[in-house]
């Protein structure tokens, strides 16, 4: 089984699936360091989705990108 790339850098304070019929819906609000480039950020997210994707038939993934150093970025 594949996991997400994780550190003490990385968070994922909303993580929420959902069911419609045969298609599944993820959203998940994820939190990196202000100082990633906006290239580093779009590659983990390119990631999370290409793994889900990967994993799940029928999906359609949200993803959203804030700075972990922001306190209005834990507030979901």
Same mark, same amino acid.
């Given at each position: 089984?594949?996991?997400?790339?994780? $550190?003490? =850098?990385?968070? !994922?304070?909303? +993580?929420? @699936?959902?069911?419609?019929?045969?298609?599944?819906?993820?959203?998940?609000?994820?939190?990196?360091?202000?100082?990633? $480039?906006? =290239?580093?950020? !779009?590659?983990? +997210?390119? @990631?999370?989705?290409?793994?889900?994707?990967?994993?799940?038939?029928?999906?359609?993934?949200?993803?959203?990108?804030?700075?972990?150093?922001?306190?209005?970025?834990?507030?979901?």
């Amino acid at each position: 089984m594949e996991q997400f790339i994780t $550190s003490d =850098q990385i968070a !994922y304070p909303a +993580l929420r @699936t959902r069911y419609a019929g045969a298609r599944r819906f993820m959203s998940v609000h994820v939190l990196v360091p202000g100082q990633w $480039s906006v =290239q580093q950020g !779009y590659d983990l +997210l390119e @990631t999370i989705e290409h793994r889900n994707k990967a994993r799940f038939d029928h999906i359609d993934i949200e993803t959203h990108l804030e700075p972990i150093e922001d306190a209005a970025s834990w507030r979901h």
